[in-house]
């Protein structure tokens, strides 16, 4: 095998040996004499002092034998030169806030909440109701983490172990102070509780000194998501320039950032809701957090199908870096929310209230009102389903003398029908295009003026009704307090009967109401097609319904079913039933000599 050599390496035999050897003493002699000169010349080492030699000692002590080791709960590890004292916990601690309304559970790795319990409400099993959706805070982040735009640093806010102004059990009104500080980063949240379901909040993040824009966020949705329709009634929900609105998780983009003036701004569901107030609205910044999570079509089954669910969440921050909000945490009730603003021009909590979360829509002038009504019942019959029935039979009563107009317009309109159908026989052979379609249409109007008819004295009534029913269909689907009231059988008005009692009387009173009405207007045969398939409808659509809503419309059915028993021995209703009997005769006439 060839032999490897360095080019620049001197050659055996060419008598460069001895240089070489010279030249490794002589750098020898130098190398000694610079170490003897600098240990000669170079200065004495001062002793140790006192304060060093303590905490030396104190270092080789175990910590959790030593209360003033660093590490120790409570306080701050040694700082590295030139930067701030560490501020870190020894081991992960609980503070419990509570008041009447609440429990809420801190605890002090992140300075996050694992619980928060509101005492006066009840999940489906009868436990006290935890608002955080503890399978969905599992993967995607606990109520009052922190968000930033910096993975590891949102990572390390949200792990790190927080020295706490308060250990155990608290009493409301109060305040907790959570402090950590690491290399160049510090940080302290401040949480101030008071009698109501609202929680102060204050975040400052700074790194070297300089702010870093840090948001407070409720990230993964609500603790009475059960099943998928509650995860389905799921929105953001929010005020801007006293224009409030919501949109489901379809139009949700997660991780999107807005800066827009909030009032506030909140994930919600049917009953409750996590809304921000921002302290600052000008400088509100906000992120949209948009999740999914498997989730059993039905929560009694949790282990039967499943499907992936939106879970809305969202961060609140302020464009100057220093987070100021206020986050309202609690039941969607009308009085409660009526007691909370948001900050007004003035910077005080004089803006508007927060009422609009409560989805009444576009109708909420009308629901508004609606709800208070029912509510005023309430208060003297002492039960929400006794109430629904009163306040429907209320409406209903109130309605018939537009039902009874609906009925005069088409009696007036059955006693014309013979000259109505001399005026088309007598245009029969007019085209749509032709002028004199206009003097039809003419004599069609004198006839109705003559006779007092309104063309669309039939049309009037629905559309007074019709608000009035959407409305009153928004309160019942709303409103908190049918959650888990009781009437009769019936043991949650918020959810379907059980044993579909109401859609099956919903069914037969529509069938023999459509069966007795006298409608002379109508062909006999669709008149009969229509008595079957919209009861059908409506009544297999209410089949799984809340159970307040089906009660409301079978009152309203049996209501009626009574009333037209009474209008049919009436003076019009005879006139009706007899005209509708000489039309079916025609009808069937007409049949036969087809046939022939």
Same mark, same amino acid.
């Given at each position: 095998?060839?032999?490897? @050599?360095?080019?620049?390496a001197?050659?055996?035999?060419?008598?460069?040996?001895?240089?070489?050897?010279?030249?490794?003493?002589?750098f020898?002699?130098?190398?000694?004499?610079?170490l003897?000169?600098?240990?000669?010349?170079?200065?004495p080492?001062?002793?140790?002092?006192?304060s060093?030699?303590?905490?030396?000692?104190?270092?080789?002590?175990?910590a959790?034998?030593?209360p003033?080791?660093?590490?120790?709960?409570?306080?701050s590890s040694?700082?590295?030169?030139?930067?701030?004292?560490?501020?870190?916990?020894?081991a992960?601690?609980?503070?419990?806030?509570?008041?009447?309304?609440?429990?809420?559970?801190?605890?002090?790795r992140?300075?996050?909440v694992?619980?928060?319990i509101?005492?006066?409400?009840?999940?489906?099993?009868?436990?006290?109701?935890?608002?955080i959706?503890?399978?969905?805070?599992a993967?995607?982040?606990?109520?009052?983490?922190?968000y930033?735009?910096?993975?590891?640093?949102?990572?390390?806010?949200?792990?790190?172990?927080?020295?706490?102004?308060?250990?155990?059990?608290?009493?409301?009104?109060?305040?907790?102070i959570?402090?950590?500080?690491?290399g160049?980063l510090?940080?302290?949240?401040?949480?101030?509780?008071?009698?109501?379901?609202?929680?102060?909040?204050?975040?400052?993040?700074?790194?070297?000194?300089?702010p870093?824009?840090?948001l407070?966020?409720?990230?993964?949705?609500?603790?009475?998501?059960?099943?998928?329709?509650?995860?389905?009634?799921?929105?953001?929900?929010?005020?801007?320039?006293?224009?409030?609105?919501?949109?489901?998780?379809?139009?949700?983009?997660?991780?999107?950032?807005?800066?827009?003036?909030?009032?506030?701004?909140?994930?919600?569901?049917?009953?409750?809701a996590?809304?921000?107030?921002?302290?600052?609205?000008? @400088?509100?910044?906000?992120?949209?957090?948009?999740?999914?999570?498997?989730?059993?079509?039905?929560?009694?089954?949790p282990?039967?199908?499943k499907?992936?669910?939106?879970?809305?969440?969202?961060?609140?921050?302020?464009?100057?870096g220093?987070?100021?909000?206020?986050l309202?945490?609690?039941?969607l009730?009308?009085?409660?929310?009526?007691?909370?603003?948001?900050?007004?021009?003035?910077?005080?909590?004089?803006g508007?209230?927060?009422?609009?979360?409560?989805?009444?829509?576009?109708?909420?002038?009308?629901?508004?009102?609606?709800?208070?009504l029912l509510r005023?019942?309430?208060?003297?019959?002492?039960?929400?389903?006794?109430?629904?029935?009163?306040?429907?039979?209320?409406?209903?009563?109130?309605?018939?003398?537009?039902?009874?107009?609906?009925?005069?317009?088409?009696?007036?309109m059955?006693?014309?029908?013979?000259?109505?159908?001399?005026i088309?026989?007598?245009?029969?052979?007019?085209?749509?295009?032709?002028?004199?379609?206009?003097?039809?249409?003419?004599e069609?109007?004198?006839?109705?003026?003559?006779?007092?008819?309104?063309?669309?004295?039939?049309?009037?009534?629905?559309?007074?009704?019709?608000?009035?029913?959407f409305?009153?269909?928004?309160?019942?689907?709303?409103?908190?307090?049918? @959650?888990?009231?009781?009437?009769?059988?019936?043991?949650n008005?918020?959810?379907?009967?059980?044993?579909?009692?109401?859609?099956?009387?919903i069914?037969?009173?529509?069938f023999?109401v459509q069966f007795?009405t006298?409608s002379?207007?109508?062909?006999?045969?669709?008149?009969r097609?229509?008595?079957?398939?919209?009861?059908?409808?409506?009544?297999?659509?209410m089949?799984?319904?809340a159970?307040?809503?089906?009660?409301?419309?079978?009152?309203?059915?049996?209501?009626?079913?009574g009333?037209?028993?009474?209008?049919?021995?009436?003076?019009?209703?005879?006139?009706?039933?007899?005209?509708?009997?000489?039309?079916?005769?025609k009808?069937?006439?007409?049949t036969?000599?087809? @046939?022939r």
């Amino acid at each position: 095998m060839a032999e490897l @050599r360095n080019p620049n390496a001197p050659q055996q035999g060419s008598g460069g040996g001895g240089g070489d050897m010279r030249s490794m003493l002589a750098f020898t002699v130098l190398a000694l004499i610079a170490l003897i000169a600098f240990q000669y010349l170079k200065p004495p080492t001062p002793s140790t002092p006192p304060s060093q030699q303590q905490s030396s000692q104190s270092a080789q002590v175990p910590a959790a034998m030593n209360p003033a080791a660093p590490g120790a709960a409570g306080q701050s590890s040694p700082a590295a030169p030139g930067a701030a004292p560490a501020i870190v916990a020894a081991a992960e601690t609980q503070t419990i806030v509570e008041n009447e309304l609440y429990r809420v559970t801190f605890t002090n790795r992140g300075a996050q909440v694992k619980s928060w319990i509101l005492k006066k409400y009840k999940d489906s099993h009868g436990r006290p109701l935890d608002l955080i959706n503890q399978r969905a805070a599992a993967d995607f982040g606990y109520p009052l983490s922190l968000y930033t735009y910096e993975p590891a640093l949102t990572t390390e806010l949200n792990q790190a172990l927080y020295q706490s102004s308060a250990t155990g059990i608290v009493t409301a009104p109060a305040g907790i102070i959570f402090k950590y500080a690491k290399g160049p980063l510090t940080v302290t949240k401040t949480f101030t509780f008071n009698e109501s379901y609202v929680v102060d909040t204050e975040v400052n993040v700074t790194r070297a000194g300089s702010p870093v824009r840090t948001l407070v966020q409720w990230p993964s949705g609500l603790g009475d998501q059960e099943e998928v329709a509650q995860y389905a009634a799921g929105k953001f929900a929010w005020s801007i320039d006293g224009k409030h609105d919501s949109v489901g998780p379809n139009k949700v983009n997660g991780g999107a950032t807005l800066e827009q003036p909030y009032q506030y701004a909140g994930a919600i569901d049917l009953y409750f809701a996590a809304a921000f107030l921002p302290a600052v609205p000008s @400088r509100a910044t906000l992120v949209t957090l948009h999740n999914t999570i498997d989730v059993p079509k039905d929560a009694a089954n949790p282990t039967g199908e499943k499907f992936k669910s939106a879970v809305l969440g969202l961060a609140v921050g302020d464009t100057s870096g220093d987070t100021h909000t206020r986050l309202f945490a609690g039941p969607l009730q009308f009085d409660v929310l009526a007691s909370i603003h948001a900050t007004g021009p003035d910077g005080k909590t004089t803006g508007e209230d927060l009422k609009p979360l409560i989805q009444f829509g576009w109708l909420k002038v009308i629901a508004e009102p609606l709800f208070l009504l029912l509510r005023f019942v309430y208060h003297y019959v002492g039960n929400w389903g006794w109430a629904i029935v009163l306040v429907t039979l209320f409406f209903n009563f109130l309605m018939l003398p537009t039902r009874l107009m609906m009925m005069k317009s088409s009696l007036k309109m059955q006693r014309v029908q013979p000259k109505l159908e001399a005026i088309k026989r007598k245009y029969a052979n007019v085209k749509a295009t032709d002028p004199r379609r206009n003097d039809m249409n003419a004599e069609t109007m004198k006839l109705y003026k003559d006779e007092g008819i309104n063309m669309y004295g039939g049309c009037l009534p629905l559309l007074v009704q019709m608000p009035l029913f959407f409305a009153y269909y928004r309160v019942l689907a709303n409103v908190i307090e049918l @959650r888990q009231a009781t009437w009769g059988w019936l043991p949650n008005l918020a959810i379907a009967d059980p044993w579909h009692i109401l859609p099956v009387i919903i069914i037969a009173s529509m069938f023999l109401v459509q069966f007795i009405t006298p409608s002379p207007g109508m062909d006999p045969a669709q008149r009969r097609m229509m008595a079957f398939m919209m009861p059908a409808i409506f009544g297999f659509s209410m089949w799984n319904f809340a159970s307040g809503l089906a009660l409301y419309w079978a009152t309203g059915n049996l209501l009626n079913l009574g009333l037209q028993l009474g209008i049919n021995q009436s003076k019009m209703g005879l006139e009706l039933k007899a005209l509708a009997a000489k039309r079916a005769a025609k009808s069937a006439n007409k049949t036969i000599q087809g @046939r022939r």
